[in-house]
């Protein structure tokens, strides 16, 4: 199974200042990929989607991807105590791209 | 809009007992459907998943077996736990598209004792 990787942190920033969350994968067929947040003891939920090269962007969040270095970042901006959480990056595998491999999350703090 | 449905939250079983998980979406037609298991502070491992009604694929050999009897129904079973089946299990849902965006049910905590 190819893999995708991530620092598991934590990674600790101050309230305000921005947050960078890095990810890598292997698998060059890669088509989707995704940035979950996962509270503890909840389950993941979606904050972003990409699929192209470049930068997403949505609210206080942006998604960049480079296919070619096959990395995907997820930038928070104006980080919030609440933001403090889990974020799981997620790429899409598989012969009809039906599956996702996850990595083992980046543990954020945001300290207020 | 579409829900997904995951019971019970939690779940405490001695070693040996049988185990069954359900996940039901609403909403929504033919989806794809997943099961994931997280060990504690670790990623999520795929264990099955499901194109179509009766139509099971197995990710990880291991002691665990799914079955999708109806199209918005995934169940997940067991006939003997293991200690090792300890985690938090989780039933996703997607659309069958490529860009594949996955949504979570609650989940369930299972401890084996």
Not at chain 1, 19 to 45: H, I, M, V
Request: aromatic share 10%; hydrophobic share 30%; glycine share 8%.
């Amino acid at each position: 199974q190819k893999e995708v990787e991530q620092n598991s942190g934590p990674l600790s920033v101050p309230e305000g200042a921005i947050a960078s969350l890095n990810c890598t994968y292997s698998d060059r067929g890669s088509q989707s990929f995704f940035w979950y947040r996962q509270y503890s003891g909840k389950s993941p939920e979606l904050i972003m989607s990409i699929y192209s090269n470049g930068d997403k962007e949505d609210g206080r969040f942006t998604a960049q991807l480079n296919k070619a270095s096959q990395y995907v970042s997820l930038l928070i901006r104006d980080s919030q105590p609440s933001d403090s959480a889990t974020y799981l990056c997620a790429v899409n595998q598989g012969e009809y791209g039906n599956k996702l491999v996850f990595g083992a999350g980046t543990i954020l703090r945001v300290k207020s | 809009s579409q829900t997904i449905h995951q019971w019970p939250a939690t779940l405490v079983q001695p070693v040996g007992s049988p185990l069954s998980l359900e996940c039901t979406v609403e909403g929504t037609s033919n989806p794809n459907l997943y099961w994931y298991r997280q060990a504690a502070g670790r990623g999520l491992q795929l264990l099955f998943y499901s194109v179509g009604i009766g139509q099971i694929s197995s990710e990880v050999p291991q002691n665990l077996s799914a079955s999708r009897p109806q199209d918005r129904q995934f169940i997940l079973s067991s006939k003997k736990l293991l200690l090792s089946d300890s985690g938090f299990y989780l039933c996703a849902w997607s659309r069958g598209t490529v860009k594949n965006i996955q949504y979570f049910g609650a989940g369930t905590r299972l401890s084996v004792l």
